[in-house]
Structures are given as structure tokens and as C-alpha cells.
């Protein structure tokens, strides 16, 4: 009677289990695929009916035996355990006889066909309880409908974050808009966005301001400001003005699509712990195979001949069967993908995009960082941070200054321009003379200007006047005359000095700079940002060999990761553990030779992409330790008969569920 309120109260728990899922799917929207519904009716059909067979007696089914059919009772009710046992499992058993066929015999559904199939058999043999067949194969559908259903929400929600993949371009003709395939639209073209609607395309706005919402680009959630002359990228959402942009990129190059290949082929790069899985998998599986023949059939021997008692081989092959359920290494096999997936989709949201699972878990090993710069530490942006100057006024020397270089598209001639910040008025300048290396000669009005280097006041002849400040010095002369001189330097990011501390308070162990720039300049960058090392005057081999230097310094599993934008890092990228690119504005190389992508160009979010991959691999560790260390205690439980097949499946199920459950964590790390 215990016996039978057990397993009527363990039905009764699938059945409100069932009911309870149903309502949170609705609320949900209807999550479920069809085949998780179908699953789900099936598992709800065999608990009713298990639910239902608990008050049915074995004795009343022996009433209908009659002298025609004596034993009817008896085989009318297994008719009706076996029904409903193929309704809980016949697609377990078809996947197991499709792996015998395709040679393919030691997976999870060939262990659970042989056990249930197995105490059906026992059950049939001693006229006994099948309901423990049954109950086996409806509870490994229950996980098995968890963890489908789990994967699939985990999968639904990075889809969700990710679904920037623009459905059309606006080309304007004839004064309207037709839509057509992003796939169609040349560089060069002007594509009009509308308020509410993705861009699709990366260029250069050329009419019109907005904001942006970048969100699911850069997991950042305050809008973007964006005006005429900026550079857009695919993927974000225009929420105010209409916008026009010339197309910079074909779609298939665009912002969007590498994101999209990215995250859609991160999955292909296995990581060593998803490797040792397979392995162990394979040497796993066909071991705890024989090892359960091993257990139906030597012990029974040895009693029989050895000890000279029963063999009693109904108990060992129950046993054995248990054994065959306990081994199932659902837990591994499923969670271990599912964590790193996880930590790579939750790494998405946040705009880290990290190229493979294999890549996440060389980044947790992290202990040496280093970066590049200009783009990297700085915004690769030069400004006028001091103008110092003799008798001349400095509005003046400036004026001087952006007129001479108005004739240059270098960035510094670009930068004075900005700083002088009025129209250039070309016809006031004549016999413009680039000197390369040294700078430019030039009238402004009639008057002799001279902009440049400290080599240029040399080889004029004229004295000059040293400067301190870290930056680009542009020494002034006028009419043979120094007038003072201008210091423009690259602007440090707003976080890069958080950056670094926020690296060094995650366990990082040495920070280091490489540059091209000046002694003087790359030291002062570094002494204001806290980095350990700076080397300067680097060329880009310079770069890769004093990268190949530290490769050779570190110590133990310690891994080197190196941060850059631009296309001279891509060879420094390629050969450190992993590299690190700024993915909003850096270039296509430095893209295509990181590993891990930024897309939002913050050095912060170099010890968050760290961090989460510490987070992933911590839980990946978990559960290799949790479900190996569980099954195999059970297995030994069930060797020696103190596990029944019910516990077998809870443990089998159990760990699973909890270990599901644990890698979906990876998917948080808001809190990180």
C-alpha cells in the first residue's frame, strides 16, 4: 500500500508539473516549439494513465482470466503498461535501434533502452511491477524536455538580444522610397532611414541628425547622438530624424553581418573542457557498457561456481540495468555546451563578442595584458591641448597655423583646423611648401609662416624653445621669427585609466603599452593610466617581437592577451593568446585577426569580457566536478544494490536538471 501512495503521489507531482508549464508558457507567449508541445502532451498522457494504474491491482486484472484464456488478466494488463510505455518512449527506443544501425551504439538512448527495456523484460519474467519501466523512461523524457526546453529559451533570448539583422535598405527614386535587399545596395549609394527603423548599411550620414539606439550592438542603453559627416554603423535603430547615408561597406562587409557570423559560428570553435567531454564520452560510454555486462553476468557465475549458492541472476541483471541507468552522462554531455553558449550569449548582450568557445576559455586564463594606444587607451582623436606662445597673440599663432596647414589632410593639420574653428579662407594663403618630415612653409597674407618639428627651426636657422608637455609640439615661425608653439596630443579615452584598475582588481597580473609615439608622450600616457610597462618609438614588427618577448616570460597556464584597432595590430592580434579588437571603429583587419571584439571601442570592457569568461569556466568546472563526482557514487551505490532504479533516474535526472539549471546562470552578468 506504502508502495502504491509513492508512485501515485510521484505521478501526481509530473501531472501538476505538467499543468503548471503549460501556464507559464501561456504567460510567456508561447515559447514552446511544436515538438516540446507534443513531448509535453506525451508526458502528460503516460502520467495520467501512471497516475490512474496505481489503483489498479494486479488481482483485478487476474479476474478476467477465464477457462478459454487463462492467463488474460495478465496479459491484458501488460498490454496496457506497454502502451503506455511506447507512448513515453518510443522515440528513445527508435534513436537506439537507428544508432545500432548506424554503428553508432553507445550514446544515451541506447543506455536507456537496454535499462528500460530490460525491467520490462524482468517485470514480464516474474509477473511483477512494471511500473518501473515505465516510471524510468518518464522521468528521463521529463529532463530531457527540461533541458530542450531550457537550450531553447537561452537560444530564444540571445536571438531577441541579437536581432539586428536589417529586412530591407530605403533607396530613394523619383522623390519615394523603394525598398529593396541590403544585398543590392552598391557602395556609394544613398539609403534613407526612417525613424524606428535599422540601419542597414555601414557609411557616412550626408543630411540629417538622430539619436541611436545601440543597444543590441553595444549593450549600452543611453542613445547615441548622430549628425551630418558622422559615420554610422549597421545594426543600430534610428529613433528620431530621418536620415540619409552613403553607403561605405556592401552588406555582406557590414558592422551587422560580421556580428551575425560571428555569434552564429562561435559555437564551431570547441573549447578544450567541451573536447575532454567528447573524449570521455567515447571511452566513457561502451566502458560503463561492458562494465554493466560485466555485473549481469560474473557475480552470478562466481556464486554458481566459486561459492556453490543460487546465482540469482534476476537480481544482478537488475542491477546491471540500474548500473546501465546511473552511467547515462546526460549532465555532462548537455550542460558543458550549454555554459559555454551561455557565456558566449551573455557576452553578446553586452557587445563582447567572443569568436569561440575556445577563445572563452583562453581569455579566463588572462593574466598579461597588453595594448596598443592610439585608438586603443586613446581616442586616436588629436587636439589642441596648449598653445604657447612669445609676443604674438594666441588667436593669432593659431590662425597662422590652420591657415598654413590648410592645404594637408594629415590628422594634426586636421586637428589645428578644428581647434582655429572658422572658415578657411584658401586665397589668403599662397606658396605652400611641404617639406616631408619636417612640415610646411607657406604666406598667410603676404607673411612668411613656417609649421613644424624642431627640425624645421634648425634647418631655418631660428631658436626655439623646448616644451614639457606630452604631445605633438608644431613649433611656430613667422617672418623668421619663433612665435611659440603649439602642443596637440591624442585624447585619453574617458575610462581607460578605470580600465586599467578595473584589470588589475580582476587578477591581472601585468599591464603593459606598446606605441609608436615618443618616448616622452607614450611614458606620460602610461604614469597617468596606472600601466605597469610601456614601450615606446615601435614600429609594427617592433610590436610583434616585443609581444613574442613577454609570450616568452609568462609563467605556467598564465595566457597574454593584446588589445589594438588598427591595421598594423593585426599581425600582433594573430600571434598573442588571444587579441582584442575595438570592433565600433577599428579596422576590418584588426576584426578579422581578433578573437574577441568590442563593439563599443571602451577598454572597460576588456575586464568584463574577463571576467565572464571566468564566470562561464566556473561553472563549466562545476558541473564537470558536481555530475561526475554524483555519478560516480551512484554507480557504485547501484553496483552494490543499495540504488534501485528509482534512484538511479532521480540521480540521472536530478543532476542533470541542476546542472542545466547552473549553466544557465552563464547568461547573467549584469551583475559583473
Known amino acids: 500500500m506504502a508502495e502504491i501512495v509513492t508512485n501515485a503521489l510521484l505521478a501526481l507531482v509530473i501531472l501538476t508539473a505538467a499543468v503548471f508549464i503549460f501556464i507559464i508558457n501561456r504567460r510567456d507567449g508561447g515559447g514552446m516549439t511544436k515538438k516540446q508541445k507534443k513531448m509535453l502532451v506525451r508526458i502528460f498522457i503516460s502520467a495520467v494513465m501512471m497516475f490512474g ?94 533541458q530542450s526546453y531550457a537550450v531553447g529559451k537561452s537560444r530564444r533570448n540571445i536571438s531577441e538580444l541579437m536581432d539586428i539583422r536589417p529586412d530591407y535598405a530605403n533607396i530613394e527614386k523619383d522623390g519615394k522610397l523603394e525598398q529593396v535587399d541590403p544585398d543590392e545596395v552598391e557602395i556609394g549609394s544613398v539609403i534613407v532611414v526612417q525613424p524606428g527603423e535599422k540601419v542597414p548599411l555601414d557609411g557616412v550620414i550626408v543630411k540629417g541628425s538622430s539619436s541611436l539606439n545601440t543597444s543590441a550592438l553595444t549593450g549600452e542603453s543611453l542613445p547615441r547622438d548622430a549628425k551630418e559627416g558622422d559615420e554610422i554603423i549597421s545594426g543600430c535603430i534610428n529613433m528620431s530624424g530621418v536620415l540619409k547615408i552613403r553607403t561605405t561597406k556592401e552588406f555582406g562587409e557590414s558592422t551587422v553581418s560580421k556580428i551575425l557570423d560571428l555569434v552564429e559560428n562561435a559555437s564551431s570553435r570547441k573549447s578544450k573542457s567541451e573536447d575532454f567531454i567528447s573524449r570521455f564520452a567515447r571511452i566513457y560510454t561502451p566502458a560503463v557498457c561492458y562494465a554493466a555486462l560485466a555485473l549481469a553476468v560474473l557475480p552470478p557465475l562466481v556464486r554458481m561456481f566459486a561459492l556453490g549458492t543460487s546465482a540469482e541472476w534476476g537480481m544482478w541483471i537488475y542491477r546491471a540495468l540500474t548500473f546501465l541507468v546511473i552511467s547515462c552522462p546526460c549532465a555532462l554531455v548537455i550542460s558543458i555546451p550549454l555554459s559555454f553558449f551561455a557565456g558566449i550569449g551573455g557576452a553578446s548582450k553586452e557587445g563582447i563578442l567572443i569568436k569561440g568557445s575556445n577563445y572563452l576559455e583562453t581569455l579566463s586564463q588572462a593574466k598579461y595584458v597588453v595594448f596598443d594606444k592610439t585608438g586603443t587607451l586613446t581616442q586616436g582623436v588629436f587636439e589642441v591641448s596648449g598653445i604657447h606662445h612669445n609676443e604674438m597673440e594666441k588667436d593669432k599663432l593659431l590662425e597662422y597655423a590652420a591657415l598654413a596647414e590648410c592645404a594637408s589632410s594629415h590628422p594634426i593639420s586636421k586637428s589645428l583646423q578644428t581647434a582655429y574653428g572658422k572658415e578657411i579662407d584658401r586665397s589668403r594663403v599662397t606658396d605652400i611648401e611641404e617639406i616631408s618630415g619636417y612640415g610646411i612653409l607657406a604666406k598667410v597674407d603676404g607673411t612668411a609662416v613656417a609649421a613644424g618639428n624642431s627640425k624645421l627651426m634648425e634647418r631655418l636657422g631660428i631658436s626655439y624653445r623646448d616644451c614639457h608637455a606630452a604631445g605633438t609640439i608644431i613649433h611656430m615661425a613667422v617672418d623668421g621669427r619663433y612665435a611659440g608653439h603649439i602642443v596637440i596630443s591624442d585624447i585619453v579615452k574617458p575610462h581607460s585609466k578605470t580600465a586599467i584598475a578595473a584589470l588589475k582588481k580582476a587578477g591581472v597580473e601585468k599591464t603593459v603599452m606598446l606605441t609608436g609615439d615618443a618616448k616622452r608622450v607614450a611614458e606620460q600616457v602610461a604614469a597617468s593610466l596606472g600601466i605597469d610597462e610601456v614601450y615606446s618609438d615601435l614600429l609594427p614588427a617592433d610590436k610583434v617581437s616585443k609581444v613574442e618577448e613577454l609570450l616568452s616570460l609568462k609563467k605556467g597556464n598564465a595566457k597574454l592577451a593584446f588589445a589594438g584597432d588598427g591595421i598594423n595590430d593585426a599581425p600582433v592580434l594573430t600571434r598573442a593568446d588571444i587579441g582584442i579588437a575595438m570592433g565600433a571603429m577599428g579596422s576590418d583587419a584588426a576584426i578579422e585577426a581578433a578573437d574577441v571584439v568590442l563593439m563599443d571601442d571602451d577598454p572597460v570592457q576588456i575586464a568584463r569580457a574577463i571576467k565572464i569568461s571566468r564566470k562561464c569556466i566556473g561553472i563549466v568546472y562545476q558541473n564537470i566536478v558536481f555530475a561526475l563526482a554524483v555519478k560516480f557514487a551512484c554507480l557504485g551505490l547501484g553496483a552494490i544494490g543499495i540504488a534501485n532504479m528509482w534512484f538511479a533516474i532521480f540521480a540521472d535526472v536530478g543532476v542533470m536538471i541542476l546542472a542545466v539549471l547552473n549553466a544557465i546562470r552563464a547568461l547573467n552578468v549584469h551583475d559583473l
Open 53 to 146: 494504474l496505481q489503483f489498479v491491482s494486479a488481482e483485478m486484472f487476474n479476474r478476467m482470466d477465464s477457462y478459454t484464456f487463462p492467463t488474460a488478466g495478465r496479459w491484458f494488463r501488460l498490454g496496457v503498461y506497454l502502451i503506455n510505455y511506447f507512448i513515453i518512449g518510443y522515440d528513445i527506443l527508435r534513436k537506439a535501434l537507428q544508432g545500432i544501425k548506424n554503428r553508432q551504439v553507445f550514446d544515451e538512448n541506447f543506455l536507456m533502452a537496454v535499462a528500460t527495456v530490460g525491467a520490462m523484460a524482468l517485470a514480464i519474467y516474474e509477473n511483477g511491477e512494471y511500473l518501473e519501466a515505465i516510471a524510468v523512461m518518464l522521468f528521463y523524457q521529463v529532463g530531457e524536455w527540461f
